[in-house]
């Protein structure tokens, strides 16, 4: 079995649950607040470690009670943090994620993550890992890790969330790329929604530059599209609580059950189901399924 390596980002995520969002201006009561760990990048490592990949964890926290916190959740979770560094004089990442009707909207503080540089990583990539990057963190630092995991025969994930502008060139090093439909139709420029025909998200896909594109749909599932294949998958039924951090845990998974040497449809099926047991529970790390769940899900369809 490989192992996972995820580059990237670690917040302490700031979750307001209301009836809805306010307006600009507007001030609503009711609502309750949880703190619990999340960013893109440590949430992907929790999920691949609870699915039982052997998970390493590369990033950088400040130096303050949420940073410690951040890294003791991924050891706790099974991911080797000694490769998130601690920046004095800066504030870990933070994300404030309002949570309405089961689905969210999230404003990041990057902090520390911004910090992340390449040239700090000391862990070198090896043949058969599989090594996963965000857009949480600096797209230069992104770009450098994916073209050496690359040269070096690993298997390359990328997660273009959030979109940032970024050379297309970084698309050459990514052997599949995750994004949702709204980040597909940012980074390529194609009118399509969640509902568009499969002809038409294929078509986006491959206008992208990876050789193979996952868009993550939501409820409907997702479409992959290779250079001359389309596969599309359902969703499968859920009982939507939240759905921040439901695209980390299909990541998350899929890089686990590739590192598994599993092929790649079945390890997005895997995912899905991943998914949508992830979306039942408060939270982006925490709600990160165990195998089992995931099994009982896969059973039930
Ligand atoms: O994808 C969900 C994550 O995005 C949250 O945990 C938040 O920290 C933001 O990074």
């Not at 607040?33 to 960013?39: E, I, N, Q, R, T």
């Not at 993550?216 to 499968?236: E, H, I, K, N, Q």
């Amino acid at each position: 079995m490989g192992k996972v390596i995820v580059f990237g980002s670690l917040n302490m995520d700031v979750i307001v649950q209301s009836d809805r969002r306010p307006a600009a201006g507007e001030t609503i009561l009711g609502a309750t607040v949880s703190l619990l760990p999340g960013g893109k990048g440590s949430n992907q490592a929790i999920a691949a470690a609870r699915l039982g990949a052997k998970t390493e964890m590369l990033g950088v926290v400040g130096d303050d009670a949420f940073g410690g916190e951040l890294r003791a959740v991924l050891k706790r979770s099974g991911v080797n943090n000694s490769g998130v560094r601690i920046q004095r004089g800066m504030s870990t990442g933070v994300a404030l994620i309002q949570v309405a009707g089961g689905d969210n909207a999230i404003t990041g503080a990057s902090g520390a993550n911004g910090a992340f540089k390449a040239a700090e990583v000391r862990r070198a990539p090896r043949r058969g890992e599989v090594w996963v990057g965000q857009f949480e963190t600096p797209v230069a630092a992104t770009e450098a890790l994916l073209r050496k995991a690359r040269a070096t025969g690993a298997t390359t994930i990328l997660n273009l969330a959030p979109m940032v502008p970024h050379p297309p060139r970084l698309l050459k090093f990514v052997d599949i790329a995750v994004l949702n439909e709204i980040e597909l139709a940012q980074a390529t420029g194609a009118r399509i929604t969640a509902r568009s025909p499969e002809r038409t998200i294929a078509a986006a896909c491959r206008k992208l530059g990876a050789r193979i594109v996952i868009a993550t749909l939501g409820g409907r599932g997702l479409v992959m599209a290779g250079p001359d294949w389309v596969l599309s998958l359902p969703a499968f039924k859920a009982k939507v609580v939240d759905t921040t951090g439901a695209g980390d845990c299909f990541v998350g998974a899929l890089a686990a059950r590739l590192s598994a040497g599993v092929s790649l449809s079945d390890a997005a099926r895997y995912a899905t189901a991943a998914a949508s047991c992830s979306v039942e529970r408060l939270g982006a790390a925490p709600a990160m399924p165990t195998p089992r769940e995931v099994a009982a899900r896969l059973s039930r369809a």
